[in-house]
């Protein structure tokens, strides 16, 4: 039995992940544990704006919140009935990251299924800003599912890497199960900047990857480019692949894919979901 996190917000994005995650799980007993989390929010200088008493969050924030899980919990049990899925729901009041940590821990959870709407703003980053911070502050497997994907098949998976830092084996028999459940190929991808050879350590790295998967489809791909997301997005597109995954381990390069300074067009994150593992 997989234990999934949804967080929702009750938006049509969330409702686009959570729909995702279960058509991507539909063969797997799972429960999903939706919470809507009502978030503390910050001023300027970092300090909590409001203070709610127990009693009053009770009655008002909280009993609003569990009035609309009740009504998307309608909605779900409207989609094809699949026996092999439990859903649970949860409202809560806090800071989302510190909630999500919790519930991780609470709830064994394996995996976080996200919606990611985009940018609004020109310094705004590419996957969303609580996407973001999930990303880079809970320790748990994320899924991020773009607002316009939609769930078919994942025949293809890419997986770029610089090759500069070993893999756990847990990553990559988290990787593997993905590439099994889904009978998926996988595309390990390396981007050279300059078109510099790989030095030995890297050649050493590629090597252990390519022996891991080899009782899976899985090949090798060098791509030159200047800038890695621009790498990652052609060759994304180029090979029509149905999801990326990113280990968070490295996470200078891990950032250089997914935040971008400036947004002149829509990237490939807003069509490609992608899972980045945490070890």
């Known amino acids: 039995m997989k234990h999934i996190l949804i967080p929702t917000d009750f938006s ?33 200088s970092g300090e909590a704006a ?17 009035e609309k899980l009740k009504v998307l919990i309608k909605k779900v049990e409207r989609l094809p009935l699949n026996t092999k899925h439990y859903f649970k729901t949860q409202a809560i009041y806090g800071f ?10 609470e709830k064994n959870i394996e995996l976080i299924i996200m919606g990611t709407k985009g940018s609004s703003g020109l310094k705004a980053v590419s996957i969303g800003s609580n996407t973001g911070n999930v990303i880079t502050k809970v320790p748990c497997t994320i899924m991020a599912v773009p607002e316009s994907a939609t769930y078919e098949s994942v025949k293809e998976i ?7 830092l070993a893999y756990e084996i847990k990553v990559l028999d988290t990787i593997k199960d993905i590439i099994l459940l889904k009978k998926s190929a996988l595309r390990l991808l390396y ?26 489809e899985c090949t090798f791909h060098e791509v030159t480019g200047k800038k890695i997301d621009e790498s990652v997005q052609c060759f994304t597109e180029s090979r029509n692949l149905d999801m990326l ?16 300074p400036t947004v002149e067009r829509i990237s490939y994150h807003t069509k490609v979901p992608f899972l980045v593992i945490h070890e």
């Open 12 to 44: 049509d994005n969330a409702w686009n992940a959570l729909v995702y995650g279960i058509s991507f799980f539909k063969k797997t007993h799972c429960t999903f544990h939706i919470v809507h989390i009502n978030a503390i929010n910050t001023n300027s």
């Open 50 to 66: 409001m203070y709610v008493s127990p009693d009053l969050l009770e009655k008002t924030i909280l009993a609003e919140s569990r």
């Open 96 to 105: 989302l990251t510190d909630q999500l940590k919790d519930q991780v821990k």
């Open 158 to 164: 890419g997986f770029p890497s610089d090759l500069n």
């Open 191 to 216: 981007i050279s900047s300059k078109g510099e050879e790989l030095n030995t350590n890297q050649i050493k790295i590629k090597n252990l990857l390519l022996d891991y998967f080899k009782e899976t």
């Open 245 to 260: 995954i990113m280990v968070a381990k490295n996470l200078n390069f891990l950032e250089s894919i997914l935040f971008r």
